[in-house]
């Protein structure tokens, strides 16, 4: 049973994937959070054309 725990804490390809998925994640909040601003932005602006051509 040791043996296996000290194979499982060599192996570094487990924590390179966990630090890959870490930094996927907060790609995605960015992306997400910018997406949100843009389209709030987007939604003005086209108010504001629709306000102004009626």
Known sequence: MLSIFR???K??????A???TLIASLI????VTAFKSVGTNLNTLL???NTALQ
Do not use: D, P, S
């Not at 192996?11 to 390179?16: D, K, L, R, S, V």
């Not at 995605?28 to 992306?31: K, L, P």
């Open 28 to 31: 995605a909040v960015a992306a």
């Open 18 to 20: 966990i630090e890959y």
């Open 11 to 16: 192996n570094e390809q487990g924590a390179t």
């Open 47 to 49: 108010g504001n054309v």
């Open 7 to 9: 194979r499982l804490m």
